[in-house]
C-alpha cells in the first residue's frame, strides 16, 4: 500500500525524523484555515499516489491567506500523470540550500534491505544512477543484525558530506529511517529531497512510503488511511467482496481459481488474438459463494462482451463451481453475457452434468483451455 506523502512524514515524525510542520486540506477554504494557523510562508502540496508532482505543478510556494487559496485552487482538480488531486497538504516553507537523498528498499535478488544515498537529491534517482553512478551510495544491511553506525558513516563519507553537524544529523535519520522500515513493515522510505536549510538543519521534505500489504493486519491504524476513493473504483469493489481482481482494457472477462491459472488463462486468450478485460483468481478454495462474487465484480466492468472461466479442480471442486455458475446466474442479470466454461479435475463430470441439466443457452462448455479462450474470443466479437 503506497501512502501519501503526508501520512509517510506522519510515519517519520513517530520515528523522530524532522519534517515541517504543516496540515490536511481538501478545499481552497481549509487551506486558507491551515495557512492561518500556520503563519508565514507555506508550500502548498498535491497528494496524489505518484511522483514527479513539483514538475507538473502540484507543488507551489504561497503566502499569505489570499495566495494559499488561489494556489489551492489551481492545484485541487490537475490531473498528475492520471492522478486527479484531490488532497492537499499545506506545510511551513522551508528555505533550502543542498537536497540530499536517502532511501531504503528491498534488494530481492540480495534478500536484504538495501540503502541508497546521495547528495545530488531533489531529481529523480535513476538519473543520477545512469549519469552519476558514483554519485549514488548503496549500501545493503545484513536483516539479522540490523541497523549498525558503521552503515551510516559508510554512506556519509561514500558521497563526501563534509560537514560535521550534517554527517551526524544524517546519521541520526538513517537510523530512524531504517527503524520506520522495520517497524511499518515498509517496501519503501524514501525521501527525495532530503534537505540542508541555510542555517544547517537536515530534514525531510518529502515522503514516499510503501507498505508490504501482507503486513497490514499488524498496523490497522496505517491500514485504516487507505483511500479507497484512489483506487479504481472496480478493484476496490472486489476487494470489499474479498475477490482478487485486476482490470484490465480488453473485452473477455476472465476467471481462473489460482493465480497461475488465471494468468496463464489471460496468455491464451491474448495468444488466440482476444484482449483480456481482467485478471481474476478464485482461490485455491472456489465455493459457490466465491463464484457469484467473482462474477459479480466481473460483469461491473462495462466492457466485457463474454466470460471465460477456466477451472482446473484440486482442492476446488468442479460440481461446487458450477453450483455457483447457476447460482450467480439467478441473482444477477447475466442473461446477456455468453459463459465459456472449462471444467477439469476433482468432480469435472460432476459439474459439467450439472451445467448441462440447467439448460442455459448463454452458457457454453468446453473441454481444453485452447477451446474455450477461442470460444470467448470469438463470442466477445
Ligand atoms: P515531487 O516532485 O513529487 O517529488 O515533490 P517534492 O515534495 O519532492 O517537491 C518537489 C520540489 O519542490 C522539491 O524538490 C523542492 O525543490 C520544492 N519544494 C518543496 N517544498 C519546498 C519548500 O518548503 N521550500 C522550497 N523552497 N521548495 C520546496
Ligand atoms: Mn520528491
Known sequence: MDLYEYQGKELFKRVGIPVSDGRRADTPQEARAAAQELGGAVVVKAQVLTGGRGKAGGVKLAEGV???EQKAKDILGLDINGHIVRRLWIERASDIAKEYYLSITFDRGEKKPLFMFTTQGGVEIEQVAEEN???LIRLHADPLEGYQPWIARRLVYGAQVEDPSEQKQIAAIVEKLYRAFVEFDAMLCEINPLIVTPEGEVKALDAKFTVDDSALFRHP???EWRDTTAAD????FAREKGVTYVKLDGDVGICGNGAGLAMSTV???????GKPANFCDLGGGGSAEGVVDALEVITRDPQVKSIFLNIFGGITRCDEVARGILEALERLDMSTYPIVVRLDGTNAQDGRKILADAGKPNI???ATMLDGA???VELAR
Request: hydrophobic share 40%; no cysteine.
Open 66 to 68: 489570499d495566495d494559499v
Open 133 to 135: 553512478p558514483d554519485a
Open 221 to 223: 491504524d496505517i491500514a
Open 233 to 236: 473504483p472496480l478493484e476496490a
Open 267 to 273: 496468455d491464451v486468450v491474448a495468444h488466440v488474438g
Open 364 to 366: 457454453y462448455p468446453e
Open 374 to 376: 477461442k470460444k470467448a
